[in-house]
């Protein structure tokens, strides 16, 4: 069965970089994609991107652009998320989910998501 | 970007009564839209992907339909497990999520 398990919670201050992991297990990894999705008070559920677990293509959203870099490592099946220069509105609980190869299609399994809180 | 208008934001229903949720998109989506249930303290659940395709595992009792701009989510005959916070997402241009729908208990 398809598994995505995302690593443990994080506490940031402003100005910090966060990177969750998201190891994935029970399907081929290079036959699909990794979104990367949070959702935190202020803004809901929000696409910050995808990449390909194929060839590590990455599509960023705009809004993210600059501060947000997506990593798969095919050898350990794990994709990663980093972003940077974190603000207290940064804080919320950031999932992964499987996704199109290519492309964003649907997410049909998600991790249990970790939760980054940013805080001085 | 594309955003989408969820109504109503809460619906207020007893189990076995059907919920019909609407998922409105600023500019034509086509039949890019795609449905999700979260319940608290979990990850979004995929239902519907492709405007109408139920997803694997998904009761029957869940529908979705619409084109363009006007997409609807019907439940019927709401189980227990089916109250909870429902999303719409489309991924015809940059992906964007409505604003959920909470179904609530009357």
């Known amino acids: 069965q398809v598994h995505l398990v995302q690593s443990g919670a994080e506490v940031k201050k402003p100005g910090a970089s966060a990177r969750v992991s998201c190891k994935a297990s029970g399907y081929t990894f290079t036959s699909y994609g990794i979104s990367w999705v949070r959702q935190t008070p202020g803004q809901g559920l929000e696409w910050m991107g995808w990449?390909?677990?194929?060839?590590?293509?990455?599509d960023y959203a705009e809004k993210f652009q600059g501060r947000v870099t997506m990593t798969a490592v095919t050898s350990t099946t794990t994709a990663y998320m980093e972003l940077g220069s974190l603000r207290s509105d940064d804080t919320g609980i950031y999932f992964c989910a499987r996704d199109g190869w290519t492309t964003v299609t649907k997410n049909d399994y998600w991790g249990q998501g970790t939760l980054v809180t940013v805080s001085s | 970007e594309v955003v989408l208008t969820q109504s109503p934001a809460t619906l207020s229903l007893s189990p076995g009564d059907r919920a019909t949720l609407s998922c409105r998109a600023s500019?034509?989506?086509?039949?890019?839209l795609v449905w999700y249930q979260q319940r608290p303290g979990q990850a979004p659940r995929l239902l519907i992907y492709e405007t109408s395709k139920r997803a694997t595992g998904i009761p029957d009792r869940f529908s979705g339909s619409g084109s363009g701009t006007d997409f609807t989510l019907t439940i019927n005959s709401l189980e227990p497990e089916d109250f909870a916070v429902y999303f719409c997402?489309?991924?015809?241009?940059?992906?964007?999520f409505g604003a959920g729908t909470k179904v609530e208990i009357k």
């Open positions: 990449i390909s677990g194929y060839n590590g293509k990455t």
């Open positions: 500019h034509s989506v086509g039949t890019f």
């Open positions: 997402q489309q991924h015809s241009n940059w992906p964007s």
